[in-house]
Structures are given as structure tokens and as C-alpha cells.
């Protein structure tokens, strides 16, 4: 297991920028991948991103595809979403999760999870 905290959250208009933060604890925390999901409200919990451990694969959903980007800083046990030109439907609670091995779309595959952070855009 690894723990997760998100940050860097907040609202901001449509066509802006964020840059959300996941900072984890444990030592093995490069030997996981790392997945960002979001849930908006009324709506059930969707992938976003997810990146490899070794940072060599990385996947999108559609509806960010182009706009966003997810790195890591395994020396810093960090994880990245930057978001870049923000749109309403982009509004959610994003969460950083945590699964050991290859990457994974479905949410359910995803073992570890942050408390979330909100990201409201308006139009």
C-alpha cells in the first residue's frame, strides 16, 4: 500500500491552467503505477490518466487527450496532472490512486487512493 495526498486544486475560468500535485509516502512507490480519476457530481468515478512506473508509458481518456499531462518525479514521490485549457465539464473531485504493476484505465483496478481535491471551472 502507499498513501496518497492531492493538492493544487481550486477554481479557475474555462481556458485556464492547474496543476494538481499527488505526494505519496512509502518506499516503493516507484514500483507502482499511478493514475489520476476524477468524479463529478451525480456521475460515477472516471479515468483520466495514468502513467508507468518507469514513466516510459503514459494514457489518457479521450476527453483530455491533448490538454492534459501526467508525469512523476519518482526521486520526490511525486505524481503530476497539469491540465491546461480547462472546461466546465472538467469540474470534479480528482483523485490520485496507486496500483502496483502496469497501468489500468478502470478505476476499480486501482488499490490506493487519495482523499481527492477540487477542481472547479467556470465558464
Known amino acids: 500500500q502507499v498513501q496518497l495526498v492531492e493538492s493544487g486544486g481550486g477554481l479557475v475560468q474555462a481556458g485556464g491552467s492547474l496543476r494538481l500535485s499527488c505526494a505519496a509516502s512509502?518506499?516503493?512507490?516507484?514500483?507502482?503505477?499511478m493514475g489520476w480519476l476524477r468524479q463529478a457530481p451525480g456521475k460515477e468515478r472516471e479515468f483520466v490518466a495514468a502513467?508507468?512506473?518507469?514513466?516510459?508509458?503514459?494514457y489518457y481518456a479521450d476527453s483530455v487527450k491533448g490538454r492534459f499531462t501526467i508525469s512523476r518525479d519518482n526521486a520526490k514521490n511525486t505524481v503530476y496532472l497539469e491540465m491546461n485549457r480547462l472546461k466546465p465539464e472538467d469540474t470534479a473531485v480528482y483523485y490520485c490512486?496507486?496500483?502496483?504493476?502496469?497501468?489500468?484505465?478502470?478505476?476499480?483496478?486501482?488499490?490506493?487512493w487519495g482523499q481527492g481535491t477540487q477542481v472547479t471551472v467556470s465558464s
Open positions: 490512486a496507486a496500483k502496483p504493476g502496469v497501468p489500468t484505465t478502470r478505476p476499480a483496478d486501482f488499490g490506493s
Open positions: 512509502g518506499r516503493t512507490f516507484s514500483s507502482f503505477a
Open positions: 502513467i508507468s512506473w518507469n514513466v516510459g508509458f503514459t
